[in-house]
């Protein structure tokens, strides 16, 4: 599935592996993809600004859209990640 994959991609999956044979429908490989650690600060950095660009593409299509999160440090030391930004 080309979309879901470069969906993955784009919030910093790779492909890791293969499981060959893995959809029973039509025996397609199936990619096993992993990302860097959550805890990698360089990571949460490009987390925070791929959903800080999402929020502004968003804005005016959206209502009622929460703010942009936090600073990646700001986060850190309310105990979230920078992705759980306004989460209680």
């Given at each position: ?17 293969v499981?060959r ?8 490989d ?8 959550l ?18 593409r ?9 703010p ?21």
């Open positions: 599935n080309a979309p879901a994959q470069a969906l993955y991609r784009k919030w910093g999956f790779s492909v890791q592996g499981r044979r893995y959809y029973s429908d039509n025996n397609e199936a990619h096993i993809m992993w990302s860097r650690a805890s990698d600060d360089p990571y949460q950095a490009e987390l925070v600004e791929l959903r800080t660009r999402l929020l502004a968003l804005a005016g299509q959206v209502a009622d859209l929460p942009a999160p936090p600073p990646v440090e700001a986060a850190r030391h309310a105990g979230r990640g920078p992705w759980e930004a306004g989460k209680r």
